[in-house]
T-cell receptor, first 112, second 113 residues
């Protein structure tokens, strides 16, 4: 029973346009979320996080939005670049528990 | 390089053989995690250590799997009597106990033939 879900397994976006990746969660106790990016044959790398005291966190081309009432967060990438093609995972901040773990990921493909 | 390092990066082994992976965490991190990832899935939690103590183990960690962190620094993950279903990427990560973010290594690919 995953408490963090990414319902879109894949997404294709034209280079230069905005990419929006979504994540839903069920546990209202979650107060912090992270996004990781993973290239094939490499480990995930930390991308950006957001605390529940904020509804937005921005870092360069990456912005994460948190809607606590909807239990939904989204990662916006603008403008999208070919190097952004990867799998993106959202995760709650509890890493020592098999039930509180990563979403299944969204594979983002940026089309040149 | 002061990131998490894993060795070997790739391992091909025959079914029934034992394999061992090593992980060196970021030096000041006292928590160390092992995950497994297969195609189309997110990282699946296996176990984690705080210093040398193994604090949590997933149901995925069958009795053929054992992890150690004897001195609270590097860790090993051993898989005995490997099966084809063990083929996956094994990921190590580390964090501070007080931290909200974990940092992954490059992963160790296991192929059981």
């Amino acid at each position: 029973d995953q408490q963090v879900k990414q319902n879109s397994p894949s997404l294709s976006v034209q280079e230069g346009r905005i990419s929006i990746l979504n994540c839903d969660y069920t546990n209202s106790m979650f107060d912090y979320f992270l996004w990781y990016k993973k290239y094939p044959a490499e480990g995930p790398t930390f991308l950006i996080s957001i605390s529940s005291i904020k509804d937005k966190n921005e870092d360069g081309r990456f912005t994460v939005f948190l809607n606590k009432s909807a239990k939904h967060l989204s990662l916006h990438i603008v403008p999208s670049q070919p190097g952004d093609s990867a799998v993106y995972f959202c995760a709650p901040p509890f890493f020592g528990n098999e039930k509180l773990t990563f979403g299944t990921g969204t594979r983002l493909t940026i089309i040149p | 390089d002061t990131g998490v390092s894993q060795d070997p990066r790739h391992k091909i082994t025959k079914r029934g053989q034992n394999v061992t992976f090593r992980c060196d965490p970021i030096s000041e991190h006292n928590r160390l995690y092992w995950y497994r990832q297969t195609l189309g899935q997110g990282p699946e939690f296996l176990t984690y250590f705080q210093n040398e103590a193994q604090l949590e183990k997933s149901r995925l960690l069958s009795d053929r799997f054992s992890a150690e962190r004897p001195k609270g620094s590097f860790s090993t993950l051993e898989i005995q009597r490997t099966e084809q279903g063990d083929s996956a990427m094994y990921l190590c990560a580390s964090s501070l106990a007080s931290g909200n973010t974990i940092y992954f290594g490059e992963g160790s690919w296991l192929t059981v033939v």
